[in-house]
């Protein structure tokens, strides 16, 4: 093998790990603020996933056009999600969300498996087999669209937390839970906002990562625990960390499929987890933890 | 040490526990073999939730691991069977070790870096699936493609090596869960016990009060760790085959910790009713859903998430300490 196919895997892994990065900035986003660990992440974005993939066969929209409204149905589910189930839980131990939230999983991947049942399936657009090319360098086209509309999501959500009224206020929720009720800040709302955001992120990766693989219900847990592993190695509540860390983690995996087997790939996403909970507990971005 | 045992034991939950004991030893005489095979899974999943319940409900750290366990305590034996012809209660004696080694590995790294709650608990899983994706390349254990173990017409039961009907599995369960419920409750009431239960409600305090907390949560993720490693090599010899998509894979390790959470985390009765509560309501969903003639698949998983997310909310410290207050026990085991 040349050096040509190893660059051309790895900008490969590279632009999928920016979707992944997105899809763990939802978690990211949710953990730090709102300090729920969303079990059902990945079961989420499979919601996204199908409800892209029912659009696209009945009204055949190309999923980039789909972006921003799949991603406002998942802000409006996860504020419910949020609001109506979770917020009591939020002073409970941490098993005990666990199972909550384990439990709103196991619902979602059989309600999805009942409705459409347990066989993959994909979207194929009129750029499915595109690429361009850079002198030596081969990009697929849906990677670039999909990393490009990553990256676009990921600095909105930036601007978003650090220029707005309500972004400043959900910050302040995260810095001082106690503080923000005090100067009169409506937490619950602003969690159930914060959850909602999360959720948007992670329905927008998905429209995304519904270019790139074939969806069944039953991929949520695999991606759940992408994300955790992403989320903890780029550093919990960064996030530049948590696109870092997809990046690493994409082009890792794209790396080790390469080299080894593509079954064994996951086995090095959880390597660089153990990793970096070694040595580096806070994340490559994170701060010292006090 | 006996006697400390029964220490604030009353009347009624001993008479209950006899009763309980009683039951459930005479169950095979009366229990159909379906019924059989659903208290094997209801034991089963009671005496791991008794070892999970060391490390979580005692020693406050969540593992969301323990299928790894399992599935070494699973695979060693079996190897060891099938290579070597080496029985079951040998093959403890490397199982068990292997087991609290990989335990002992997960805590050296996590505790001794200070990796403590959620990261935890990530970490558990993440050794878990690298187990698992390890496994499924190991030629040894012949990989993805299952490791079977030896099996034919028993018309005896063979204790020793394991080899038998139902039955005989029951029982062995039985007696490994009563042993399991005795030995915690003396490890509640042991030195190690009282430590536990400090590192679990302050950990900082319990480090001022000078309580080297690195060392006891070795020692809870270690005995932890070995105990359910047991069920493993039950587990192999009781399907004969095993492999590591389903052994190690994550949805196990739930499902181990979903009984001691429905049931009451910390509490020694905890997993015990969570086991029963949840195979018992898994097994009635199937019959009344089939009864009902619904052939979806998912349906019946649907219904389970519902239960288990309307009990959660209702009762967020678990079945065990609500039923104990209702039934007027004392004993609350906090």
Known sequence: ?290 | MFARLFENVSRRTLVLLGVLLVGMFGAPLVASDYLLTVLILILYFAYIGQAWNIMMGFAGQLSLGHALYVGLGAYTAAALYVHFGIGPWLGLLVAVPVAALAGAFIGFLAFRFKVGGVYFAILTIAVAEFARVGFDHLSWTKGSSGLFLPVAQYTHNDLWLLRGQPVMFYYVLLVATVLAFVFCRALLKSRIGYFWLAIREDETAARSAGIDTFRYKMIAVVISASMTSFAGVIYAFYYNNLFPEQVFHISRSIEIILGPIVGGVGTLFGPIIGAFLLTGMSETLIAALAALGVDLPGAKQVFYGICLLLVIMALPDGVWPWLSRRIGLTEREK
């Open chain 1, 1 to 290: 093998m040349t050096f040509d196919v190893y660059l051309n895997v790895a900008v490969g892994g590279l632009l999928t790990g920016l979707v992944y990065g997105l899809m763990a900035l939802g978690l990211s986003v949710i953990f730090g603020v709102v300090r729920v660990v969303n079990f059902a992440h990945g079961e989420m974005m499979t919601i996204a996933m199908y409800i892209a993939i029912t659009l696209f066969q009945a009204l055949h929209l190309d999923p980039l056009v789909m972006l921003v409204p799949v991603a406002a149905v998942l802000f409006c589910l996860g504020y419910a999600l949020q609001a109506g189930i979770i917020n009591p839980f939020i002073t409970r131990p941490e098993h005990s969300q666990f199972l909550l939230l384990v439990a709103i999983a196991i619902i979602i991947i059989n309600v999805l498996l009942i409705l459409f049942g347990p066989d993959a399936q994909s979207v194929q657009t009129s750029y499915s087999y595109d690429s361009f090319q850079v002198g030596k360098l081969i990009v697929d086209a849906t990677k670039l669209y999909a990393a490009g509309a990553a990256l676009a999501v990921a600095v909105a959500l930036y601007a978003f937390f650090r220029f707005t009224a309500i972004g400043t206020a959900i910050r302040a929720c995260a810095d001082n839970y106690t503080g923000a009720l005090v100067v009169g800040l409506d937490v619950k709302h602003l969690y159930a906002l914060t959850f909602g955001l999360g959720a948007a992120c992670v329905g927008a990766a998905g429209v995304m990562l519904v270019l790139i693989v074939d969806v069944t219900p039953s991929l949520g847990p695999a991606y759940t625990l992408l994300a955790f592993v992403i989320v903890i190695t780029g550093g919990l509540g960064s996030m530049p960390g948590a696109l870092i860390g997809g990046v690493l983690i994409g082009v890792t995996e794209a790396m080790a499929g390469l080299i080894f087997t593509p079954s064994a790939k996951s086995m090095f996403a959880f390597g660089i987890l153990v990793l970096v909970l070694l040595f580096r507990p806070q994340g490559i971005m994170g701060k010292k933890a006090a």
